[in-house]
Each structure stands twice: as structure tokens, then as C-alpha cells.
């Protein structure tokens, strides 16, 4: 995650996914090659995840450099693609499998992965010349100021000379630092918006991806058979579909996007609702209630994951926002389904790891909206205040033109002070001679 927002930073979306189509392809067609589990590690593991890291980021990021007003309409019909590919994936692989055996299907896996490369020579920059242009200026402007810099320096005497040598030592650690911030902008800790994002993002992922994972499995542990439990899972993959970009639409209104925050935390709320109740659902037409409402409720809080950190953070800033999240949500992510499966484990019961899920989740969404309803009160306390300071004028020249007032007055008191004034008066005139 952190390396694709680098390598985005510095080379741009296009590139970035290219470079990640290939990596998954050769991953992929390595993988019909491999004769032990350690070799199928390393091609479809390590290099086809790394070539999908390097296809996600730059996808989502691209999206706000597209769009700004119909921005979360864009996301969601943007994220519609994974649900369509959970629908039609299982019986992909399963033809394939059937066809051409597990080595053909990786060949042909891989096949259609490079067609990521095409997807990437499709995004287009933007402003890149005006970005030129503009870094043209900024140069030019720079080399003018160092000029300046250093005739000034020049002109000054020795002793002048130190500072100047010590603040060039400063500004050469700063430059250290701005180097670092340019392709991962740390500072986003320092950010409140940011913070509470990652807060409630790394809490809600211990429950978000577990109920997915188990949910055929429980189907079968309640005396489901095999394809009706499988087909639990096309059920919410097709609601996920339609809920995504109708989230999109919804996030877009005028009523909701102003406070797109606390739709946010509704869905990941909603969502762990949905878990608690699971464990109500006795028979097989419970479960299609639960896979419809869980569907809809996973489709609308991923339709709105990157929207709501773009909306936080703003789109300069978004791409080492996504790296950032990622190193910390990522642990999250790997633990949820383990920490499900040694509850099952420990208590014989699937009830239990759904009730963990849905605390956690509702939990989280508890903790977004409160936390997001205090970052738009302090949001708007602070833009009062600015607008306040730019509304008052300035006092230093009053204090200023008192002062010289009161000197006047004090100058003019009394016939003795008249030799006093004279020779100040003098003494200005030969400063201005000079």
C-alpha cells in the first residue's frame, strides 16, 4: 500500500498500473509452472498481490482527479466492479477448472489480468501541462530569490556571514524532511479528520471481512446443502452491485454530502446490526434475509471507504492518505477472520463470532459519529474565527500612529524641550542627507 502511493507520488497513476497489470500477469502465468506451495506463494502471493496493491490505489485515486462534483457517484460505480466479479468468478474458476485444469486456469487468469495494463494506458493525466508550466515559474522564481540571496549576502560584512551559514544548515534538514513528506506526507498524523478516520477504520475492519468469509460455512452448519449455501454469496454479491452506486447517487445529494460523515458511520453501524442479528436466522430464507440486508449494508460502506478520506483530507493529500491507512488497517484486515474462526473453535457455535463482529462494527460507527460530529463542530469554530481575524483591522499601525502621537505631545510640552526637538529635527535631516 505505502509503496504504491510512493511510486504514484512520483511517476503518476498511468504507469503505476501498467506496471501493476504486468506484475499480475507474470504472477499468474508463473503460477501454472510452480511444482511445490512455496513456489505458488511467491508468484500468485507476493508478486500477483503486489501487482494488485499497485492496480487499487492509483484506480481510487485517479477517480478524484476526474471528478469533483459527481465525485461519489464515480466511487460507487467504481467500486460496483468487485461485486461484479464476485458474481461471475466462482463459475469462471470452476469451468476453467473443469476445462483445462489448474494450470490452464492460472495461464488464463493471468491473461485476463494484463488486460489491467489496457485499463492503465487509459488514465489519462490531467493538467500536466499546466503543472509544467507552473513548475517552470515556480523554478524561475526560486533561481530570481537566490540571486537576490546572494548579492544581499555579498554586500553584509563577516560577522553577518555566521547566521547566515547556520540558518543554510537549518533550511538544508528542512529540505530532508520536505523530501520525505513529497512522496508520503506523514504529517496527515498531525491531521484530526485524518485521525479519526483511521481510528474507527482499524477498529471496524476486525469485523468488517470475517462474516463473508464464514457465512457459507455456517449455512452448512445449520444442515444447509453445499449450493445453497454457495449461492448465499451470490445473493449479497448481487445486492452489493446495486447498492454501490446507488450509495453513490445518495452521497452526492445535496442533503447528504455536506455531512457524507455521518452517512459513513450509519452504514458501518448498520452493518454491524445486521451481525447481530444473524444469529436470529433459523433457517435457509433467514439467511437470504441476512445475506440482503448485509449485502446492501457492505455495499454502502464500501462505496463510500476512499470517498470519505478524499472528503477529509482533500484530493492533493489523498494519495499518502490511502498508504498511511493501509499500513494500519492492514493488520486489522489479517486478524478478523482468525480471531472468527478461534471463537468458532473455542465455543462450537458460529453465533458468537457474528456477535463479535456486529459489536465491534456498531462499536465502531458509535465512535465515527460521535468523533465526527466534535471534527464539523470544531471545523466551524475554526473558519468562524478566520473569517472574524479577516474582518478586524489590523492594530499594529494604530498603536503605532499613538505612539508617535504621544511622543508629539510629549516633544511640545514645555519651552524647555524646544532645544531638544531642534536638535532631533537636525539630526534626522543629516540621516536623510546621508
Given at each position: 500500500?505505502?509503496?504504491?502511493?510512493?511510486?504514484?507520488?512520483?511517476?503518476?497513476?498511468?504507469?503505476?498500473?501498467?506496471?501493476?497489470?504486468?506484475?499480475?500477469?507474470?504472477?499468474?502465468?508463473?503460477?501454472?509452472?510452480?511444482?511445490?506451495?512455496?513456489?505458488?506463494?511467491?508468484?500468485?502471493?507476493?508478486?500477483?498481490?503486489?501487482?494488485?496493491?499497485?492496480?487499487?490505489?492509483?484506480?481510487?485515486?485517479?477517480?478524484?482527479?476526474?471528478?469533483?462534483?459527481?465525485?461519489?457517484?464515480?466511487?460507487?460505480?467504481?467500486?460496483?466492479?468487485?461485486?461484479?466479479?464476485?458474481?461471475?468468478?466462482?463459475?469462471?474458476?470452476?469451468?476453467?477448472?473443469?476445462?483445462?485444469?489448474?494450470?490452464?486456469?492460472?495461464?488464463?487468469?493471468?491473461?485476463?489480468?494484463?488486460?489491467?495494463?489496457?485499463?492503465?494506458?487509459?488514465?489519462?493525466?490531467?493538467?500536466?501541462?499546466?503543472?509544467?508550466?507552473?513548475?517552470?515559474?515556480?523554478?524561475?522564481?526560486?533561481?530570481?530569490?537566490?540571486?537576490?540571496?546572494?548579492?544581499?549576502?555579498?554586500?553584509?560584512?563577516?560577522?553577518?556571514?555566521?547566521?547566515?551559514?547556520?540558518?543554510?544548515?537549518?533550511?538544508?534538514?528542512?529540505?530532508?524532511?520536505?523530501?520525505?513528506?513529497?512522496?508520503?506526507?506523514?504529517?496527515?498524523?498531525?491531521?484530526?479528520?485524518?485521525?479519526?478516520?483511521?481510528?474507527?477504520?482499524?477498529?471496524?475492519?476486525?469485523?468488517?471481512?470475517?462474516?463473508?468469509?464464514?457465512?457459507?460455512?455456517?449455512?452448512?452448519?445449520?444442515?444447509?446443502?453445499?449450493?445453497?449455501?454457495?449461492?448465499?454469496?451470490?445473493?449479497?454479491?448481487?445486492?452489493?452491485?446495486?447498492?454501490?452506486?446507488?450509495?453513490?447517487?445518495?452521497?452526492?445529494?445535496?442533503?447528504?454530502?455536506?455531512?457524507i460523515q455521518y452517512f459513513f458511520s450509519f452504514a458501518i453501524a448498520f452493518n454491524g446490526a445486521c451481525h447481530l442479528l444473524c444469529p436470529l436466522a433459523s433457517g435457509?430464507?433467514?439467511?437470504?434475509?441476512?445475506?440482503?440486508?448485509?449485502?446492501?449494508?457492505?455495499?454502502?460502506?464500501?462505496?463510500?471507504?476512499?470517498?470519505?478520506?478524499?472528503?477529509?483530507?482533500?484530493?492533493?493529500?489523498?494519495?499518502?492518505?490511502?498508504?498511511?491507512?493501509?499500513?494500519?488497517?492492514?493488520?486489522?484486515?489479517?486478524?478478523?477472520?482468525?480471531?472468527?474462526?478461534?471463537?468458532?473453535?473455542?465455543?462450537?457455535?458460529?453465533?458468537?463470532?457474528?456477535?463479535?463482529?456486529?459489536?465491534?462494527?456498531?462499536?465502531?460507527?458509535?465512535?465515527?459519529?460521535?468523533?465526527?460530529?466534535?471534527?464539523?463542530?470544531?471545523?466551524?469554530?475554526?473558519?468562524?474565527?478566520?473569517?472574524?481575524?479577516?474582518?478586524?483591522?489590523?492594530?499594529?499601525?494604530?498603536?503605532?500612529?499613538?505612539?508617535?502621537?504621544?511622543?508629539?505631545?510629549?516633544?511640545?510640552?514645555?519651552?524647555?524641550?524646544?532645544?531638544?526637538?531642534?536638535?532631533?529635527?537636525?539630526?534626522?535631516?543629516?540621516?536623510n542627507g546621508t
Amino acid at each position: 500500500g505505502p509503496i504504491s502511493s510512493i511510486l504514484v507520488n512520483r511517476y503518476g497513476s498511468r504507469p503505476v498500473v501498467i506496471f501493476g497489470g504486468l506484475l499480475c500477469g507474470i504472477g499468474m502465468v508463473s503460477a501454472a509452472f510452480c511444482t511445490s506451495i512455496l513456489q505458488l506463494y511467491i508468484c500468485v502471493g507476493f508478486i500477483t498481490g503486489f501487482g494488485l496493491a499497485l492496480n487499487l490505489q492509483p484506480s481510487v485515486i485517479i477517480i478524484g482527479k476526474y471528478f469533483l462534483k459527481r465525485r461519489p457517484i464515480a466511487n460507487g460505480l467504481a467500486m460496483a466492479g468487485s461485486p461484479v466479479m464476485l458474481c461471475t468468478l466462482a463459475p469462471l474458476n470452476q469451468f476453467l477448472f473443469d476445462n483445462f485444469g489448474w494450470r490452464g486456469s492460472f495461464l488464463i487468469l493471468g491473461a485476463i489480468l494484463l488486460n489491467c495494463c489496457v485499463a492503465g494506458a487509459l488514465f489519462r493525466p490531467i493538467g500536466a501541462a499546466t503543472a509544467s508550466v507552473k513548475t517552470q515559474a515556480t523554478e524561475e522564481g526560486k533561481d530570481a530569490l537566490k540571486e537576490e540571496v546572494t548579492k544581499d549576502a555579498m554586500e553584509m560584512s563577516r560577522p553577518m556571514n555566521i547566521p547566515m551559514e547556520t540558518k543554510t544548515e537549518e533550511e538544508g534538514g528542512n529540505d530532508c524532511c520536505e523530501k520525505i513528506n513529497q512522496y508520503l506526507d506523514f504529517s496527515l498524523f498531525k491531521h484530526r479528520g485524518f485521525l479519526i478516520y483511521l481510528i474507527g477504520n482499524v477498529l471496524m475492519f476486525l469485523g468488517f471481512f470475517a462474516p463473508i468469509v464464514f457465512l457459507a460455512p455456517y449455512a452448512k452448519h445449520i444442515g444447509i446443502d453445499e449450493y445453497s449455501a454457495a449461492f448465499l454469496l451470490s445473493i449479497l454479491a448481487i445486492v452489493d452491485m446495486i447498492a454501490r452506486p446507488t450509495t453513490g447517487i445518495i452521497a452526492n445529494s445535496k442533503w447528504v454530502r455536506p455531512r457524507i460523515q455521518y452517512f459513513f458511520s450509519f452504514a458501518i453501524a448498520f452493518n454491524g446490526a445486521c451481525h447481530l442479528l444473524c444469529p436470529l436466522a433459523s433457517g435457509y430464507t433467514g439467511l437470504v434475509v441476512y445475506s440482503i440486508f448485509f449485502g446492501l449494508a457492505f455495499g454502502m460502506v464500501c462505496a463510500m471507504l476512499f470517498e470519505t478520506l478524499m472528503d477529509l483530507v482533500g484530493a492533493a493529500r489523498f494519495t499518502s492518505a490511502v498508504g498511511l491507512v493501509t499500513i494500519a488497517e492492514c493488520c486489522t484486515i489479517l486478524l478478523g477472520p482468525p480471531i472468527g474462526g478461534t471463537l468458532i473453535d473455542t465455543f462450537g457455535d458460529y453465533k458468537y463470532m457474528f456477535i463479535k463482529c456486529g459489536a465491534v462494527m456498531v462499536l465502531a460507527g458509535t465512535f465515527l459519529f460521535i468523533m465526527n460530529y466534535y471534527n464539523y463542530h470544531m471545523l466551524a469554530k475554526e473558519e468562524k474565527e478566520r473569517k472574524a481575524n479577516e474582518e478586524e483591522p489590523k492594530p499594529v499601525r494604530t498603536e503605532d500612529e499613538g505612539r508617535n502621537n504621544r511622543n508629539k505631545e510629549t516633544v511640545q510640552d514645555g519651552p524647555e524641550l524646544e532645544p531638544l526637538r531642534r536638535e532631533q529635527e537636525g539630526l534626522k535631516k543629516e540621516v536623510n542627507g546621508t
